[in-house]
């Protein structure tokens, strides 16, 4: 089984100021075809949660462009480059390269 | 574009069995598993399997295995997920999705959600 390991567990972030979660594999969730089977949730409060990045670094369809995801061998980083007081919420890293799929511990993001 | 529709909240009994409907519309129902995830209260996401709705073949996490069935009916383009001799821990809202795995390369797609409320 595939770990997936968040940090950090609380993120306190200023409203336009950047911020960034990281997500770290125990093995590649690179397939041959070349893209990493990462992706990235968020869950308001109340809400189910919704996609952001899909496949590493794909932007879901409707989101903000101030969120981005980047890859580097099994480091994964989700970065909001303005936060944004719509953004607080608990953030998720998945994989699907393998079963069972798995998640992260979800990083909560709350505004200071 | 991608929907997945749920069935709605259940209330049940220790012991009694719960199944969840989800259906699906545009994109063709038998060429994409269809995987179910869920999500206690408090708790992170946590995968229980999946079904190939073109086969009907399954794969269920370990933890499930023995009390989850996952089915499908083709015809109205709609997948089935039960679970057996629920106890309070399987209190927890359930999704059904559509994902990016083995090669494949789309946008995922979730369900609403299923609150499923286990208490005597």
């Known amino acids: 089984e595939i770990a997936m390991t968040q940090s950090p567990l609380s993120l306190p972030v200023t409203p336009g100021e950047p911020a960034s979660i990281s997500c770290r594999s125990s093995q590649s969730l690179q397939h041959n075809n070349g893209y990493n089977y990462l992706d990235w949730y968020l869950q308001k409060p109340g809400q189910s949660p919704q996609l952001l990045i899909y496949?590493?670094?794909n932007r879901a369809s409707g989101v903000p462009d101030r969120f981005s995801g980047s890859e580097s061998g099994t480091d994964f980083t989700l970065k909001i480059s303005r936060v944004e007081a719509e953004d607080v919420g608990v953030y998720y890293c998945m994989q699907t390269l393998q079963t069972p799929h798995t998640f992260g511990g979800g990083t909560q993001v709350e505004i200071k | 574009q991608v929907q997945l529709v749920q069935s709605g909240a259940e209330v049940k009994k220790p012991g009694a069995s719960v199944k969840v409907s989800c259906k699906a519309s545009?994109?063709?129902?038998?060429?994409?598993?269809m995987h179910w995830v869920r999500q206690a209260p408090g708790q992170g996401p946590e995968w229980m399997g999946r079904i190939n709705p073109n086969s009907g073949g399954t794969k269920y996490a370990q933890q499930f295995q023995g009390r989850v069935t996952m089915t499908r009916d083709t015809s109205i383009t709609t997948g089935y997920m039960e679970l057996s001799r629920l106890t309070s821990d399987d209190t927890a809202v359930y999704y059904c999705?559509?994902?990016?795995?083995?090669?494949?390369?789309?946008?995922?797609?979730w369900g609403q959600g299923t609150l499923v409320t286990v208490s005597s």
């Open positions: 999705a559509r994902l990016s795995h083995g090669g494949l390369i789309l946008q995922p797609a």
């Open positions: 496949l590493g670094s």
């Open positions: 545009g994109y063709t129902f038998t060429g994409y598993y």
